[in-house]
């Protein structure tokens, strides 16, 4: 799931997972990681997908780690 993960990140967008359809799935604690990554492969989440890819700039995540400013 790591894989998929990072994957994820680099071939959607490093900020896939702040999509809300996307976000709720992986918030599901009732659902083991592998149910969440096979529910979000389905057909039903592909709008979401494409959704998530607006989530692309260094904003989304890489800034709080090689910001220049303190």
Do not use: C, H
Not at 21 to 26: G, H, P
Not at 55 to 68: C, H, I, M, Q, V
């Amino acid at each position: 799931m790591l894989r998929v993960f990072v994957r994820l990140r680099w071939d959607i967008a490093p900020g896939f997972y702040k999509q809300p359809d996307i976000a709720r799935v992986l918030a599901n604690r009732q659902l083991t990681t592998v149910q969440r990554f096979e529910m979000l492969a389905t057909d039903a989440f592909s709008d979401a997908w494409t959704d998530a890819e607006r989530y692309d700039g260094p904003n989304e995540w890489r800034a709080r780690f090689w910001s220049e400013t303190p």
